[in-house]
């Protein structure tokens, strides 16, 4: 079945750095566009950033942008979420999400969990 | 990047019906419509409405969308107590490149 499943949430200083994955199974991901988004405990969701099926384009939130970086790789059916310079308003669940043909954010994972703090 | 705007809390009695609004601009909503996505407390978020209306398979017919300009309205029909969750809209925004969401609506089923 389909799934996606998100790891290398953790607890890290402010400043420092951490790497998320999210691997995906049961559809052909090298079709879709990827997001990222996050959702601080008791708040809004937040996006994050989206990369083009190809890789070819990648956009980011003002909040995030020159310190955060979306990549994939479709032979490993696997999208990262480089993070650094982390701050403690980056704390949050990061969730993965698909988007194909202009259906955004039709599939979810469950969420890996990012804690800044000293 | 300012976000689209939503009513905070929105109370309707069961089997009532509620509308939920959303706006935003003319490079976002008014230009490329806007997704509806439900979040139930400690579950990723579900949605309910691709750009103007176009519901995934799967997701009941009483939910519902409309667009006039750049403010889109979720209507959600005959209110069941699993209807209770916080209510989100999100659209790209062509201008800042981004996608943009509201605060989110946080629906009482009464």
């Known amino acids: 079945q389909v799934e996606l499943v998100e790891s290398g949430g953790g607890v890290v200083q402010p400043g420092g750095s951490l790497r998320l994955s999210c691997v995906a199974s049961?559809?052909?991901?090298?079709?879709?566009?990827m997001h990222w988004l996050r959702q601080a405990s008791g708040k809004g969701l937040e996006w994050v950033a989206i990369?083009?099926?190809?890789?070819?384009?990648?956009y980011y939130a003002d909040s995030v942008k020159g310190r955060f970086s979306i990549s994939r790789d479709n032979s490993k059916n696997t999208l990262y979420l480089q993070m650094s310079s982390l701050r403690v308003e980056d704390t949050g669940v990061y969730y993965c999400a698909t988007e194909r043909h202009s259906d955004a954010f039709d599939m979810w994972g469950q969420g890996t969990m990012v804690t800044v703090s000293s | 990047q300012a976000g689209l705007t939503q009513p905070p809390a929105v109370s309707k009695g069961l089997r009532q019906t509620a509308t939920l609004t959303c706006t935003g601009n003319?490079?976002?909503?008014?230009?490329?419509?806007a997704t509806w996505l439900q979040q139930h407390q400690g579950h990723p978020p579900k949605v309910l409405s691709f750009r103007d209306n176009n519901r995934p398979s799967g997701i009941s017919e009483r939910f519902s969308t409309t667009r006039s300009g750049s403010t889109t309205s979720l209507t959600i029909t005959g209110l069941q107590p699993e209807d209770e969750a916080d209510y989100y809209c999100?659209?790209?925004?062509?201008?800042?490149?981004?996608?943009?969401f509201g605060a989110g609506t946080k629906l009482t089923v009464l």
């Open positions: 990369i083009w099926h190809d890789g070819s384009e990648r």
């Open positions: 999100a659209a790209w925004d062509s201008t800042l490149r981004a996608w943009v």
């Open positions: 003319s490079n976002n909503v008014g230009n490329e419509g």
């Open positions: 049961g559809f052909i991901f090298s079709d879709y566009a």
